[in-house]
C-alpha cells in the first residue's frame, strides 16, 4: 500500500535552513509528483511548491522563491525540502503529498507531517 | 492566482445532521476541485475530486457537486467521526490554492 513518512520535528534558530525529507513506497515512485504545503499553528493550508520526480522538475509558489530548493533521491523514493532564512513565521507543519489527477493537483497521500519551529 | 472562498466557517450540527458546505472559486475552475477533510494533529485526507468523485474508501455519505465556481460538499448524516475541519481546493491551475476552511463540531 501506499505510504509516504517523513523526517522529524526540528528546532531551528532564526537565519538558520531546515531540511525535511519524505520518504515514499508501494507505488512507482517516478510516476508521480510530489508537493510540500504547510501549515502554521491554527491556521490553513498553503501550497509551497512541488516537485516532478521523473523529471526532476520543480516549480515554487512565488511567495518562496529564492528561500525553498525541492530535490529527490531515485535510489532512496525520498523527496527533500530545505527552506532557508528561516523566521518565526516560518514555525509551522510542514507535508508532503503525492500528486495525483490529470494535472498532478489533487493530493491523494500525505505524509504525517513535520513540525518545524523557529526560536532563538 | 485563483482565489477560494469557504462558506459558513464553522458549522454546529448533530449526528445524523444533513450538512452543507459552500466552495467558491474565482475565476472559473471547470471541475477541477477537490475537498479534503482533516482532524486535529493529522495530515488531510482526499474525499472528493474532480468537484464529484469520491475517492476510493472513503463513506458515500460524502458527496460534492457543482461546476465553474460554485461548488459543495455534502454529509447527508453526519457521524461521530466526520467531526472536522474541511478545506476545499482548486486544483484547475498552478498555484494551487486551498479555501480557508470550515470547521464541523457538535451541537
Known amino acids: 500500500q501506499v505510504q509516504v513518512v517523513q523526517s522529524g520535528a526540528e528546532v531551528k534558530k532564526p537565519g538558520a535552513s531546515v531540511r525535511v525529507s519524505c520518504k515514499a513506497s508501494?507505488?512507482?515512485?517516478?510516476?508521480?509528483?510530489m508537493h510540500w504545503v504547510r501549515q502554521a499553528p491554527g491556521q490553513g493550508l498553503e501550497w509551497m511548491g512541488v516537485?516532478?520526480?521523473?523529471?526532476?522538475?520543480?516549480s515554487y509558489a512565488q511567495k518562496f522563491q529564492g528561500r525553498v530548493t525541492m530535490t529527490r533521491d531515485t535510489s532512496t523514493n525520498t523527496v527533500y525540502m530545505e527552506l532557508s532564512s528561516l523566521r518565526s513565521e516560518d514555525t509551522a507543519v510542514y507535508f508532503c503529498?503525492?500528486?495525483?489527477?490529470?494535472?498532478?493537483?489533487?493530493?491523494?497521500?500525505w505524509g504525517q507531517g513535520t513540525l518545524v519551529t523557529v526560536s532563538s | 492566482d485563483i482565489h477560494v472562498t469557504q462558506s459558513p466557517s464553522s458549522v454546529s450540527a448533530s449526528v445524523g445532521d444533513r450538512v452543507t458546505i459552500t466552495c467558491r472559486a474565482s475565476?472559473?475552475?471547470?471541475?477541477?476541485l477537490a475537498w479534503y477533510q482533516q482532524k486535529p494533529g493529522k495530515a488531510p485526507k482526499l474525499l472528493i475530486y474532480?468537484?464529484?468523485s469520491l475517492q476510493s474508501g472513503v463513506p458515500s455519505r460524502f458527496s460534492g457537486s457543482g461546476s465553474g465556481t460554485d461548488f459543495t460538499l455534502t454529509i447527508s448524516s453526519l457521524q461521530p467521526e466526520d467531526f472536522a475541519t474541511y478545506y476545499c481546493?482548486?486544483?484547475?491551475?498552478?498555484?494551487?490554492?486551498f479555501g480557508p476552511g470550515t470547521k464541523v463540531d457538535i451541537k
Open positions: 503529498a503525492r500528486g495525483s489527477g490529470s494535472y498532478h493537483l489533487d493530493f491523494d497521500y
Open positions: 508501494g507505488y512507482t515512485f517516478t510516476s508521480y509528483y
Open positions: 516537485i516532478n520526480v521523473g523529471g526532476d522538475r520543480t
Open positions: 475565476p472559473d475552475i471547470n471541475t477541477w
Open positions: 474532480a468537484a464529484s
Open positions: 481546493q482548486q486544483a484547475n491551475s498552478f498555484p494551487p490554492t
